[in-house]
């Protein structure tokens, strides 16, 4: 069956240190792979978007990367901040390009000051 | 440039009754999707609107149902509410189809009594 699964429920880590967020899907071959970011009683905000060629990706503190062997992206954010704090969403696109999204359940990222 | 706004934010309604959920897409964009976020199932895809046509259906019931106007405005519907419908129903725009993040809206609270 095709699932999407995120690491770990609940990550937490020291401000200053790197966080890392694995995404790894099964049964799925996604042309392309997004990263976002939700706070309690909000919606998501977009974060990154990394194409099945490219390796990696970078933004400011973030960084994503995708393996398509592995099946699996993760998540980096360097010199985490306590405003980091979220929980982060990845999402792919099963019939790629058809905007019909399957979001990952979520790593709640605390950093702890 | 104004970002997705959502009416209601919060609702309270009665099994067995209906709601219509509105939204209002960044101007530009002309794909709107529905998501219903609740803590046990996470972030599900409802239905994707482009051009007042829906491209896709998530896995809901016929009781869920939506549109979108010529102005990208789009509404959902859900007749004979359930219990199991109480959830965050999220709204997200963007541009075009495809390569492009998706805006979220801050969503609909609806609880079902």
């Known amino acids: ?3 999407i699964e995120q690491n770990s429920e609940a990550l937490n880590i020291q401000e200053g240190k790197t966080a890392t967020l694995t995404c790894n899907y099964t049964n799925y071959s996604p042309a392309y792979l997004q990263w ?5 009683g909000r919606g998501p905000v977009f974060l990154l978007l990394i194409r099945e060629n490219e390796k990696e990706k970078r933004k400011e503190r973030l960084k994503v990367t995708f393996d398509t062997t592995l099946k699996q992206s993760l998540f980096h954010i360097t010199a985490s901040q306590p405003a980091d704090s979220a929980t982060y969403l990845c999402a792919l696109d099963p019939d ?7 979001f990952g359940p979520g790593t709640r990222l605390s950093v702890l000051p | 440039k ?3 706004t959502q009416t209601p934010r919060y609702l309270i309604k009665t099994r067995g009754q209906q ?4 939204c209002s897409p960044i101007s530009g964009h002309r794909s709107v999707s529905w998501y219903q976020q609740t803590p046990g199932q996470g972030l599900q895809f409802l239905f994707e ?10 896995n809901f019931p016929g009781r869920f149902s939506g549109r979108q106007f010529s102005n990208s405005r789009s509404e959902m519907n859900v007749s004979t509410l359930e219990l199991g419908d109480s959830a965050l129903y999220l709204c997200a725009s963007s541009r ?6 998706q805006y979220f809206g801050p969503g609909t609270r609806l609880t079902v009594t």
């Open chain 1, 1 to 3: 069956s095709q699932k």
């Open chain 1, 36 to 40: 976002y970011r939700q706070d309690p």
């Open chain 1, 96 to 102: 790629n390009y058809g905007q019909n999204f399957v």
């Open chain 2, 2 to 4: 104004a970002g997705v």
């Open chain 2, 19 to 22: 709601v219509t959920l509105s």
């Open chain 2, 49 to 58: 609107y482009f051009s007042e046509t829906q491209r896709n259906k998530g």
């Open chain 2, 96 to 101: 075009d189809r495809g390569l492009y993040e």
